[in-house]
């Protein structure tokens, strides 16, 4: 190979390498900027998995303070019950009493208004109506019986009034206290509820939070991947170009040789493009042929 051709040849390599480093340049600057990109991806899913786990924290918080509040349901239960074992004698009175007053109604046969008038009515009758004997026996003792009911039926509004008192006097405090434990209670389980609506509320933003940073890390991974693969590319442009400077300087020390040596080296290296291309099994020339032949290549 004359100078000239080595010369153009080295032309050539160096025109690739410039190509090379340009490509080289492209690449590097894309894997700054997906580097940046990536950076970016991480920031905002540790920003989210910080808020995941500040979402995760309040709800515990939240079921703490309502086990509390159920703790005092559960003790404010038993204060309530010991209301109720407290309010159990006067409530056997009154149980007590009613029966009497039932039974004093029943055998009175009648409201209050009702008998007065009646015993008024029969009086009159016996003061003011010429009766036969046997008539007038009989409203005697109508009279008589009448008198007897409004007696009983006193005994029953006294023993109702005694009822009403024992109502409004003695169970007074115990309903005002049970009043205010309903209240109490009323009152916890509308916070005990409150909290839950808002625990539950709050782990379905953190679902909602936890699902952005799932798909932030997606992107993280595929952004890693993507740089990977930049940087692959980058790396196989290097080694090119340095191959390449190693055969800048294989035709550099062509021009040192003698033409035996370049014919030598020229015949070296068409017989391992020859090789090359039978191994990739591409068609040969005869000329091809017979240097794989010869290499020993060819079984």
Request: proline share 1%.
């Amino acid at each position: 190979m004359q100078n000239f051709e080595i010369a153009q040849k080295i032309r050539e390599i160096r025109e690739r390498i410039s190509e090379l480093r340009e490509e080289e340049d492209i690449l590097n600057l894309k894997v700054q900027n997906k580097i940046r990109e990536v950076e970016a991806t991480r920031e905002r899913r540790d920003q989210l998995n910080l808020q995941v786990r500040e979402l995760s924290s309040k709800p515990r918080e939240i079921l703490e303070k309502r086990k509390e509040a159920w703790d005092n349901i559960s003790g404010t239960n038993d204060e309530r019950r010991r209301i109720f074992r407290d309010m159990q004698p006067y409530l056997h009175r009154i149980g007590e009493l009613r029966k009497i007053r039932d039974a004093f109604n029943a055998a009175s046969r009648g409201t209050m208004e009702r008998l007065l008038a009646n015993l008024s009515s029969t009086r009159q009758d016996l003061l003011s109506s010429d009766l036969s004997l046997k008539n007038e026996l009989y409203m005697f003792d109508l009279l008589f019986e009448l008198r007897d009911r409004v007696l009983v039926k006193l005994e029953a509004d006294k023993v109702h009034k005694e009822i009403v008192r024992v109502k409004e006097v003695d169970l007074a405090k115990y309903n005002h206290f049970l009043a205010e434990i309903e209240g109490r209670i009323g009152d916890m389980k509308n916070l005990s509820h409150e909290g839950l609506m808002t625990a539950k509320e709050i782990w379905s933003r953190r679902d909602e939070v936890r699902e952005q940073s799932q798909k932030e890390h997606r992107a993280f991974l595929d952004g890693q991947k993507e740089i990977s693969h930049l940087r692959k590319k980058w790396y196989d442009k290097r080694r090119e170009i340095q191959d390449l400077y190693r055969e800048i300087d294989q035709w550099n020390a062509e021009f040192k040789k003698s033409p035996t040596e370049r014919r030598q080296s020229d015949m070296s290296r068409k017989q391992a493009e020859a090789v090359e291309k039978f191994k990739r099994g591409e068609k040969l020339s005869l000329e091809e042929l017979s240097l794989v032949v010869e290499s020993g290549q060819m079984k």
